[in-house]
């Protein structure tokens, strides 16, 4: 271990000091830690948790990103404060597109980071926004994903079942008995 500069030393012992004090240990690769995120659900409350990629978001998430956002919870919170207010003034699709930008930043942050009733919360108001709109399918496809971030979830279940209600699919069997626990 090095010791501690005086407040006298020059720049450039500071720096070999903290250089020394990190010699030999080589800077971690995140890459092995990201992919094994994405490709295993997480352990989360006993429960496998999974954050899908959502289709068709990619190129937004490029722009935003390109006007100065980052990889950060702050940019995750930014889009959904945007989402709501564009939301607020009933510019659905705007803010559906938001609120994914949003999830999908949310799928890279590192694991001491990522809270999932986050992301869960930003799919149910995509969901919302496409039952505004009348678009039940892809309000359906979104429960789905919504599901796999928190399983079995009140709301989701609430939700899917207006969907399908408003769906008039034929040949689609409701069945409302209870799930087994």
Known sequence: MSKMPSKDAPHAQV???????????????????IGKQIAEPERYGGAKRFVPQLPGITELVIDFLAQGADFEITTVEKAIYEGNKLFERKEYLKAIDLFGIAYEV???LPACDRYFPVAHDCIVRRIIGWSILGKFDKGLEECLV??????NSPIVYFFQGILYSKCNIPGVKRDLTPLPP
């Open 146 to 151: 919504a599901l796999a971030i928190i399983p």
């Open 106 to 108: 949310f799928r890279f």
């Open 15 to 33: 720096m070999a000091n903290q250089v020394a004090v990190f010699e030999g240990h080589p800077p971690r690769d995140r890459s092995k830690e």
